[in-house]
């Protein structure tokens, strides 16, 4: 049962805000399309995983029981995302002289270790593409009568399907251009349904199948996954906008095929905008791109990115820049500073708090906050900063109306610390920046590159303290600025004492 107002989303193929009803009130079903594992994620692409964590989050926040599903791709997606080019994980695993199979495992630990350091609640159930190979081809063998052989394998002829591209919008020229030719294909915008391997050639993964040994086309293994796991209908199906171009239209035009009816496969389709950085560093076939670990080496807690993302709507574009980052990072700072002068206004002070966080040990990584279904005391504490937050984020997860409010709750001083605390834990329950627990200490990343240690700095602190109090203020500065160049910020009158400062 749901409270609060009433839900609204975003449809993509509708291109409108709909009020959300579930098919079935017992159990709300989504899906997630995950990472291709061939190399590391870039941060724009974990944005993705971001909004639909947000999603999840508010489902359950509004009272539903959430079955989410994300896929991992380890096999068939190629370099282009139409037909053309490599097999993105056989060119990687050629580059590295490994197997695709453990290409497939590194990149997949390295994902779920970036999901965990966000505070991204785990789906219920990660689904890889070669463990359903059988349901791939006998779900091709059901759509075979809307597809044709040629010499590069069984491919989807588009034309059968009414309204082919109505979610992208892109049945035009220009849509199809991007659109790598393929020799024997009757449209343009037909697609590989099952890619046979060329005479001679031998793949790391590929399968028997009517159509000839080879492998699955990248679009057929979200449309097995999502019905197989949630059913058909199910409720809504996430991902970049980039998947609203070619990767989601080609879905929806097979699970048309596969029910013989206008069933889209999602009842709501819904895309997070692309991060942009304007120095390129968004795209992995640059070979030099922006990962989670280089912020963290840079000395930045993951959920300072986490917090930038909550900053814009998930349907804006975001610029990144650095400017940008370390300003969501202030913020976070200012936030938990706030929250832990709460703390202490109702408990003792815990004596020895504090520490240094390595960018491999990094505190709350690998526990996120559980977004069970709140009771939502409305009446009982929170000066309606309860109201707000579920008006903000029933309004299309509007988490950038919703981080205001939560100021706004935790500077109120009518209201006493623990209310204000207590209505912290439901704005965290949305938000996922670990607000309950997090330290300042916490945030206190070593960056890669820093040439000292804390028990040096540490040192260097003491003696600067000995300096200050014999007025040898000469000394002092020098320490100071010597702790400044080796990227150490001194704070003078803050319990803190000190923190790492990015060149």
């Known amino acids: 049962m749901t409270t609060g107002a009433p839900l609204k989303l975003y449809n993509s193929l509708t291109r409108q805000l709909e009020a959300f009803q579930p098919i079935d009130p017992a159990q709300v079903r989504v899906y997630t399309c995950g990472p291709t594992v061939y190399n590391y994620q870039h941060i724009g692409n974990m944005r993705a995983f971001l909004f639909a964590d947000t999603l999840g989050r508010v489902l359950r926040w509004k009272g539903y029981n959430l079955k989410h599903i994300i896929n991992i791709t380890d096999v068939g997606h190629l370099t282009s995302d139409a037909d053309a080019g490599d097999d993105k994980m056989e060119k990687a695993a050629a580059a590295q002289a490994k197997s695709i199979w453990e290409i497939a495992a590194h990149y997949t630990e390295a994902f779920k270790r970036d999901v965990a350091r966000l505070n991204i609640t785990p789906p219920a159930e990660w689904t890889v593409a070669t463990d359903h190979i059988p349901q791939m081809i006998d779900f091709a063998r059901r759509i075979e009568r809307d597809c044709y052989e040629i010499e590069g394998g069984l491919y989807f002829d588009t034309s059968k399907v009414p309204n082919y591209g109505s979610l992208a919008r892109a049945a035009t020229d220009e849509g199809e251009s991007r659109i790598d030719p393929v020799s024997g294909k009757r449209n343009p915008a037909d697609f590989a349904i099952w890619r046979k391997s060329s005479p001679g050639e031998r793949r790391q993964m590929e399968w028997d199948s009517p159509w000839g040994r080879g492998a699955p086309g990248w679009h057929l293994e979200c449309s097995v996954m999502s019905l197989q796991h949630l059913g058909h209908p199910f409720d809504i199906h996430t991902g970049g906008i980039d998947h609203r171009e070619i990767h989601h239209p080609n879905e929806i035009a097979q699970n048309q095929a596969y029910c013989s009816c206008a069933d889209t496969g999602a009842r709501l389709w819904m895309h997070n905008n692309f991060l942009v950085d304007r120095g390129g560093k968004m795209s992995k076939s640059t070979g030099e791109f922006l990962t989670l670990q280089v912020l963290v080496d840079r000395g930045v807690h993951p959920l300072a990115y986490r917090l930038m993302c909550l900053q814009a709507h998930y349907r804006s574009e975001l610029e990144f820049t650095w400017e940008s980052l370390l300003a969501a990072l202030t913020r976070l700072k200012r936030l938990v500073q706030t929250v832990e002068k709460l703390r202490g206004q109702i408990l003792p002070r815990a004596a020895g708090e504090g520490g240094v966080v390595g960018s491999n040990d990094l505190p709350g990584a690998g526990h996120p906050t559980e977004p069970g279904a709140s009771a939502h005391p409305w009446a009982q504490h929170g000066g309606g900063g309860l109201e707000r ?33 207590a209505t912290l834990e439901s704005f965290d329950t949305i938000l996922g920046l ?9 945030l206190r990343v070593r960056p890669a590159a820093a040439t000292i240690d804390e028990p040096a700095i540490e040192a260097r602190l003491a003696e600067r303290r000995e300096a200050r109090a014999a007025k040898d203020f000469a000394r002092s500065d020098a320490l100071r600025d010597e702790l400044a160049a080796a990227g150490v910020e001194v704070m003078d009158g803050d319990p803190l004492g000190w923190d790492w400062k990015l060149a």
């Open 389 to 421: 937050l579920d008006q903000a984020v029933s309004d299309d997860l509007n988490t950038a109306q919703a981080l205001p409010a939560l100021e706004e709750l935790l500077s109120d001083k009518s209201l006493a610390p623990a209310d204000r605390l």
């Open 434 to 442: 670990n607000l309950t627990t997090l330290t300042r200490a916490d």
